[in-house]
């Protein structure tokens, strides 16, 4: 058995896989992913949605949560939702759930 590689900060490799987290993906496959622009993606940047993570050659690195956002605003923006009003709602959406676990998670204390 071939034991799992380390980076510095004593991640493995195969850890990696399952970490929705980790920024595996470039601006080009993402916005291939999501059938979207680079543009739109960036404009999800500007708006402080979703901030990736950078390369050492400063290149944006998405993960495969910040992919779901993307594709979840993306939905609401073909259906007409303007960009800004988007992302607001997300934001809010994302704000209510997180909440309602919180509720969730006290009221279930004894």
Do not use: N, W
Not at 40 to 57: M, N, V
């Amino acid at each position: 058995m071939i034991p799992d590689q380390q980076d510095t900060a004593g991640t493995s490799a195969a850890d990696k896989f399952d970490d929705e987290h980790y920024p595996a993906y470039t601006m080009g496959r993402a916005a291939e992913m999501l059938g979207t622009s680079a543009g739109f993606l960036r404009s999800l940047d500007e708006a402080k949605l979703i901030e990736p993570q950078r390369s050492a050659g400063g290149h944006r690195r998405y993960s495969r949560h910040q992919l779901r956002i993307a594709a979840r605003v993306r939905e609401l923006v073909d259906q007409g939702t303007a960009l800004d009003a988007a992302c607001r709602i997300i934001t809010l959406e994302d704000q209510l759930h997180e909440a309602q676990r919180v509720i969730a998670e006290r009221d279930d204390q004894p």
